[in-house]
């Protein structure tokens, strides 16, 4: 597969057409990049990772276990440093101009979860929130976060993320027969699990706006 041929939206495109690499640009645009990283795979990318991990052919991995878990963790952690950095230096500005419905209500849902679990807890728990976590890095920085503070707890957060999801699908991967067949299936089953708690809490936002009747 040549690189103009590659959707970047699409894991399993990046994943063949990069490796490891691929793990290492997308986890940090996600991570860091707000315009882009609404865009593009995370969770369905780092869990079909592990899963051709473990895969063999001819007795040889398709990619190496420890590429993925080192290029994960350094995209996750990179970009959300960089995504900080742009947030404290331009982010309250940006919100301030932006005309982009979906990119205001995502900052204010970050900003309510910095609010509701404390900076540590938040910057963890974001990690596992697809769509959120392009912006609660960013939104962190307009925040006036501590950078002591958001460099710890979004380490720890960009490398449970990214570890825990990589060694979940090795071991779906080592453990299922030929699952690396069904990729793409299985790819399109994460993309709609993720989207449940986006819907969970749009559904409860709504419910709150809603006057009481009578």
Not at 2 to 30: C, K, Q
Not at 103 to 108: G, H, I, S
Not at 121 to 138: D, E, N, T, Y
Request: aromatic share 6%; proline share 5%.
């Amino acid at each position: 597969m040549t690189v103009s041929a590659v959707n970047p939206t699409d894991s399993a495109s990046v994943l063949a057409a990069f490796g490891a690499l691929g793990v290492l640009v997308v986890t940090f645009a996600e991570s860091g990049l707000i315009v882009v990283g609404f865009f593009l795979p995370g969770d369905t990318l780092l869990i079909p990772a592990g899963v051709l991990c473990a895969q063999t052919d001819s007795q040889a991995p398709r990619m190496a276990l420890w590429q993925v878990l080192v290029c994960g963790a350094v995209g996750a952690v990179a970009g959300g440093q960089v995504g900080f950095l742009l947030g404290r230096r331009g982010g309250r500005t940006l919100l301030a101009r932006t005309s982009n419905r979906r990119l205001k209500e995502r900052a204010a849902r970050a900003q309510e979860l910095l609010a509701r679990y404390g900076q540590a807890k938040a910057l963890v728990i974001g990690r596992f929130i697809p769509m959120l976590r392009s912006v609660l890095h960013p939104a962190a920085g307009a925040l006036g976060v501590p950078t002591r503070t958001f460099t710890l707890w979004a380490t720890v957060g960009g490398v449970l993320w990214s570890q825990s999801l990589v060694l979940a699908g090795y071991g779906l991967g080592a453990s299922v027969p030929r699952i690396g067949d069904y990729v793409l299936v299985m790819v399109a089953v994460l993309v709609v699990l993720s989207l449940v708690p986006l819907l969970v809490q749009v559904r409860r936002t709504r419910h709150i706006r809603q006057p009481p009747s009578g």
